[in-house]
């Protein structure tokens, strides 16, 4: 496989992996949008709500890269509608420290292995996808009002850690039903000359783990 839109497994891929980062990023504001109602006070409501409007515009340019292949951006993001539906439904948050979790452990494991896909396809595709995943304030926020939480009531500790390997075990799982389901997507990262290997499969995982494992310990939970 080339990474040229004249092959055509190439390009049926891309659209795959551009049409489930669209679709993440469109369930991403709605699911911080609501989540920002459970927030302690005002202030950070409004942070949630700054986070939430931030996905809707990385959506818009992810819409917009696919209309620029010329596809329609609604049939792209059709396969994956019951798989990202899933994972939301499975790991919706019962408080507001478990939304700020979902959003630093979930979506950050989530988000590391999109940008690890971005090594596997076109440089303007990989570019877009970089940015479009770079933190934007969220990590600080979290981590600062997390361990607030944490410190002035040591029993969150517990179940915060708890909830943070729940949501990993889900992300992951979400992103294997996706691969499954889509075998255009796994040949983006194994085929042709520069595709992993089972060892560097094996080592892409590790980096996720290692990643996970730090922004747990970030947190001030155990991994």
């Not at 796994?186 to 520069?194: I, P, Y």
């Amino acid at each position: 496989m080339t990474r040229s839109m004249d092959d055509p497994r190439y390009r049926a891929g891309l659209v795959d992996l551009l049409g489930l980062l669209a679709y993440g990023e469109l369930q991403g504001f709605a699911r911080m949008a609501a989540d920002a109602a459970m927030a302690d006070n005002l202030t950070d409501q409004a942070e949630m709500s700054s986070f939430a409007a931030a996905e809707l515009r990385q959506f818009q340019r992810l819409r917009d890269r696919l209309v620029e292949l010329d596809v329609d951006p609604e049939a792209a993001m059709a396969p994956f509608v019951d798989t990202i539906n899933g994972f939301h439904a499975s790991t919706a948050p019962s408080d507001w420290l478990e939304s700020l979790v979902k959003l630093y452990v979930g979506d950050g494991i989530a988000d590391d292995f999109y940008v690890e896909m971005a090594e596997f396809v076109d440089p303007d595709t990989a570019e877009l996808i970089r940015s479009v995943f770079a933190d934007r304030g969220q990590a600080d926020f979290v981590v600062t009002t997390v361990r607030e939480a944490i410190a002035a009531d040591p029993r969150n500790a517990g179940r915060l850690a708890l909830w943070g390997r729940r949501l990993v075990g889900e992300a992951l799982s979400q992103a294997q039903r996706a691969a499954a389901e889509r075998e255009t997507l796994t040949e983006l990262l194994v085929a042709g000359d520069d595709g992993l290997d089972l060892e560097g499969v094996g080592e892409l995982f590790s980096r996720l783990t290692a990643a996970h494992t730090a922004r747990m310990e970030a947190l001030g939970l155990a991994p």
